[in-house]
């Protein structure tokens, strides 16, 4: 299996896939063809999710040992607090919550970065790199503390994550400056998160550094979502779920079924579009935004326009409002053709717009559907979901059960089982899940405590433990000190 640049590039194997990140034109790489699944195999598997992780995974992965990937999967989710990793819960007869943030962060992100870092020693291994990996990371929350967990203390890796000063939750910033690991650092940067991630971004393009870094034995790498090795773990989650219905007798082998997710980067969607081009049989895949709501215009009109205002909102890792991950889709609505890419990429850095065309975006609109949510209505539907099902979903949730509603009223679609995908715990934002019910206080663990005895639903383990634990990282650096920090760290 070969891995092809969405901007045409050179196509390199999976290991190249993986340490690159991405293409040196510029380009995400995607695989040359979309290996079929063995739905009837993965069904035997039932809930036992390591098994269907491996069967997804390992047809991308040719050149890799299947020992060593079936090893790094046992201890990638041997941390997850439940034994089926990603629990499916009923919600209504017709509807269920796929939770994937039973994670050491407590946010579905680890499900792909407990991966990587197995994915990514191994890919140096067999590129014959013997530098040590060093994984520059920009932040806005929940990305940097699950770098860290993945990557504290894997031999030939280190890893230095840069956060906005005073641009994160207190809860994500404590999560973070506790971080144990003897090859771990973090540092808050003086600007918000696109200042961090433009100095990212300068220190992988500039060639002294570089040198520097090789001259110390180390060569950067990087952990974002855009890297294959962070996509590839994600597709087993949307078969885990269909196994687990098929087993619970709740759908049967063959029906179709539905996802609605709540959707930044696209990366987590894009593994359910992977899983549909594998055979998983899927009737819609629903696509939730909050008032950030570009994707759904796109889905709606095949105009992506990212000139709109940027707006702050409690689903915070939604924000966004250029989807990096989009690219690869678009690939495969460019009928693969890199030079219909790179045309929209360039109209889109140029004048914040492209349009692929209405008939374009028509093709996919009977698998995709998208619609948002506001910030009222994001309140409200956590409240609304609680008081009828004693169930209690974070912010992020409860974007996707709000657009799934409005799903079933403009479709009729009433009678197609539904998996809402969420995508972290509740009591990673206590403070926004407390004010749907009650007026919360300045501080997260009281909040979090409140909404224990409110809701009782148990706190995990990883919430208790950060409070009072010592702050390791203090430091705060202007963006001109980035280059310098990262060269400290290099030692
Ligand atoms: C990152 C994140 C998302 C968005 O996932 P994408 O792959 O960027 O679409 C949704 N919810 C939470 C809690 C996240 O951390």
């Given amino acids: ?29 995607v695989p040359e063809s979309f290996p079929a699944a063995d739905l009837a195999g993965i069904l035997k598997r039932g809930s036992f999710y390591q098994g269907i992780a491996y069967d997804v995974m390992i047809p991308y992965l040719e050149g890799f040992t299947h020992g060593e990937v079936l090893s790094g999967i046992e201890s990638a989710y041997s941390r997850f607090g439940d034994a089926r990793v990603v629990p499916l819960v009923p919600l209504t007869p017709s509807e269920s919550v796929l939770e994937l943030w039973h994670g050491p962060t407590m946010a ?28 520059l990371v920009a932040t806005s929350g929940d990305t940097g503390k699950a770098a860290l967990e993945g990557f504290c203390d ?24 506790t971080q144990a690991g003897k090859n771990v650092s973090v540092c808050a940067v003086r ?18 550094m570089a040198a520097s870094l090789g001259e110390r034995g180390f060569r950067l790498s990087s952990a974002n979502s855009i890297n294959f090795g962070r996509l590839v773990p994600q597709i ?10 098929a087993e619970a007798g709740t759908i049967r082998p063959g029906q179709l079924i539905n996802f609605c997710v709540p959707t930044g980067n696209f990366g987590d969607i894009l593994a359910g ?9 899927v009737n819609r895949l629903i696509l939730a935004a909050n008032r950030n709501n570009v994707l759904t215009d796109f889905f709606r009109t095949g105009v992506y326009d990212a000139r709109r205002p940027f707006s702050k909102s409690m689903s915070c890792s939604i924000d966004i409002l250029i989807s990096s991950n989009l690219e690869r889709l678009l690939f495969e609505l460019a009928d693969r053709d890199p030079s219909l890419v790179k045309e929209w990429m ?36 956590i409240a609304e979901t609680f008081n009828s099902s004693r169930y209690l979903m974070d912010p992020h949730t409860a974007v996707a059960q709000k657009v799934y509603g409005d799903y079933v009223r403009e479709t009729g679609d009433d009678g197609t089982h539904t998996v ?13 899940v407390l004010s749907a019910f009650t007026q919360p206080s300045a501080d997260e663990f009281a909040d979090a405590e409140r909404l224990f005895r409110l809701s009782g639903m148990p706190m995990p383990a990883q919430l208790a433990g950060l409070r009072g634990r010592e702050e390791r990282f203090t430091d705060v650096c202007d963006l001109a000190e980035m280059p310098a920090k990262v060269l400290e760290c290099a030692k």
């Fill in 191 to 208: 600007g918000n998160f696109d200042d961090a991630q433009t100095g990212v971004k300068k220190i992988f393009g500039d060639r002294t």
């Fill in 346 to 381: 360039a109209s889109l850095s140029e004048t914040g717009r492209y349009d692929i065309g209405i008939e374009r975006i028509s093709r996919v609109s009977s698998l995709f559907w998208s619609s948002w949510c506001s910030e009222e209505e994001t309140l409200r539907t």
């Fill in 236 to 245: 087993a989650y949307y078969f885990s779920a269909y196994a687990q219905l």
């Fill in 1 to 29: 299996m070969r891995f092809l640049s969405t901007r045409g590039g050179r196509d390199v194997t999976a290991a190249q896939a993986i340490q690159l990140g991405i293409s040196p034109d510029g380009g995400l790489f």
């Fill in 108 to 135: 579905f992100k680890d499900v792909a970065l407990q991966m990587l870092p197995h994915l990514l020693t191994q890919a140096v291994a067999i590129n014959g790199d013997r530098h040590v990996i060093y994984i």
């Fill in 273 to 281: 579009y992977y899983a549909v081009r594998m055979g998983l049989p």
């Fill in 420 to 432: 809402l995908l969420s995508t972290a715990s509740p009591y990673k934002f206590p403070s926004a």
């Fill in 154 to 177: 894997v031999p030939g890796t280190r890893v230095t994550v840069f956060y906005p000063h005073g641009g994160v939750s207190a809860m994500q910033r404590l999560q973070m400056v």
